[in-house]
């Protein structure tokens, strides 16, 4: 069975830090390319971060550079986003997603509330 399972998220003052990680089961994680996307309350659902396979390469949204780590541990099946410098327009729910396209294969989501 596929699946994407995503922890933790919580709530975090103004320029505080989280860390999510996502744990990948039921696929050869090792062979996709993986994205974290974001859906915030009447906002458009946009992509954070992307990784490739291997970790090598990434890619941010401008309203994140800087601020936010993707990274990605092949042997342990596991994705991660480190987030620094939080802002409350980073509120919204964070989803691991396999591929670059969100779509089937993501979790369930983990709610990110930052507080001014």
């Known amino acids: 069975q596929v699946q994407l399972v995503e922890s933790g998220g919580g709530l975090v003052q103004a320029g505080g830090s989280l860390k999510l990680s996502c744990a990948a089961s039921g696929f050869i994680f090792s062979n996709y390319y993986m994205t974290w996307y974001r859906q915030a309350p009447e906002k458009q659902r946009e992509v954070v971060a992307g990784?490739?396979?291997?970790?090598?390469?990434?890619n941010y949204a401008e309203s994140v550079k800087g601020r936010f780590t993707i990274s990605r541990d092949n042997a342990n099946n596991a994705l991660h986003l480190q987030m620094t410098s939080l802002k409350p327009d980073d509120t919204a729910v964070y989803y691991c997603n396999r591929g670059p396209t969100f779509g089937l294969i993501r979790g369930q989501g983990t709610q990110v509330t930052v507080s001014s």
């Open positions: 990784i490739s396979r291997d970790g090598s390469r990434t």
